[in-house]
């Protein structure tokens, strides 16, 4: 907006000077007067075609809540760290919602995703990244490759599948391009995998311990039985 004052009044400046410029070489006061007068009405409505210009309003993306913040805090994550995430993640969903749109309208994708669960894992590494930003870098080929790829080929194949007339080509081409779909959702579910194998790991650490001190408490109910069994004292042992 004051970009557009400034260019009606530089405009309006250069009018004036024109117009007295013009008044001072004409040879007859009336004439100076009325090209004076045209030069106004030229300013007034350039004034009005700006004030008309209609404003672009930037679309903010809202800003995280506190507990959100401070959990981006406590996993040592800079401002700048924190920017970058949420601009990578905003657009992520987007592209995971747009995805699961694709996905819905032919039956054939909707087969694709429900061999593959690509819609389930796309979200859950969403959720993963959302809880721990810090395996971003472990998401990067689903987030810049595969993602990305598998929402331009679903849209790509819809336009073909929606095409009134099909012939040998158009048949063969959304074969390929189903396969190559195909072979991406499961890239994207390896990518689910590689996110939460840490948490696979723990699992099974903290499964093995448990079986451990099951078994732990198994022998010494055991063995606590059998000296009761004997009649003796178990703490004579």
């Known amino acids: 907006m004051r970009r557009y004052k400034w260019s009606i009044i530089f405009t309006g400046l250069l009018a004036l000077i024109g117009a007295l410029t013009i008044v001072s070489l004409s040879s007859s006061f009336l004439k100076g007067i009325l090209v004076l007068s045209i030069w106004l009405l030229l300013i007034s409505f350039i004034a009005n075609r700006l004030e008309k ?12 809540s506190d507990d959100l913040l401070d ?18 993640m905003a657009a992520t969903k987007k592209q995971i919602q747009l995805l699961e749109q694709q996905m819905n309208q032919v039956p054939k994708l909707k087969a694709i995703n429900l061999r593959h669960d690509t819609l389930i894992a796309a979200k859950g590494i969403f959720k993963e990244l959302v809880k721990e930003p810090r395996k971003l870098h472990r998401a990067d080929q689903f987030l810049y490759t595969h993602l990305p790829n598998l929402v331009e080929l679903s849209k790509k194949y819809i336009e073909i599948n929606n095409h009134d007339l099909k012939n040998k080509q158009t048949y063969q081409a959304l074969d390929k391009s189903a396969s190559v779909i195909d072979e991406l959702s499961q890239l994207v579910l390896r990518d689910y995998e590689k996110i939460v194998a840490d948490d696979l790991e723990d699992l099974e650490i903290e499964v093995s311990l448990a079986e451990k001190n099951i078994q732990k408490d198994t022998d010494w109910f055991n ?8 009649g003796g004292s178990f703490d004579d042992r």
């Open 71 to 88: 959990h981006y805090y406590k996993v040592g994550m800079t401002d700048e760290e924190i920017i970058f995430f949420r601009n990578t």
């Open 223 to 230: 063995d606590f039985q059998q000296t009761e069994d004997k």
């Open 53 to 64: 210009t209609p404003k672009k309003k930037k679309r903010r993306m809202p800003e995280p």
